[in-house]
């Protein structure tokens, strides 16, 4: 199993990003689907998830209205659309899969970088 995210990089305080997580050697669709977040000397932090295969979606609070998570299980991808970002967002974002069983298998990707700073 394999998850490969891409699309960080440095952008300007207001600015967006999409971040992308592609998945190889799973059934994607019976996936739940997570984007994590780690900024120096904090702990992980969950941002958002997208559930299967109902497709309901949680943020936490610091994102909410900004952020935007969503799949395409015919590419195997999951997105997060960010939006208005800001300096606190700076973070290495991880990808994470969990299976609907139990227990879950748990996957997580090897992180993107994104800097938010003028």
């Known amino acids: 199993v394999q998850l490969v995210e891409s699309g960080g990089g440095l952008v300007q305080p207001g600015g967006s990003l999409r971040l992308s997580c592609v998945a190889s050697g799973l059934t994607f669709s019976s996936y739940h689907m997570s984007w994590y977040r780690q900024a120096p000397e904090k702990e992980r932090e969950l941002v958002a998830t997208?559930?299967?295969?109902?497709?309901?979606?949680n943020y936490a609070d610091s994102v909410k209205g900004r952020f935007t998570i969503s799949r395409d299980n015919a590419k195997n991808t999951v997105y997060l659309q960010m939006n208005s970002l800001e300096p606190e967002d700076t973070a290495v974002y991880y990808c994470?899969?969990?299976?609907?069983?139990?227990?879950?298998?748990?996957?997580w990707g090897q992180g993107t970088q994104v800097t938010v700073s003028s």
């Open positions: 997208i559930t299967t295969p109902d497709g309901r979606t």
């Open positions: 994470k899969s969990r299976s609907r069983n139990f227990p879950p298998y748990i996957y």
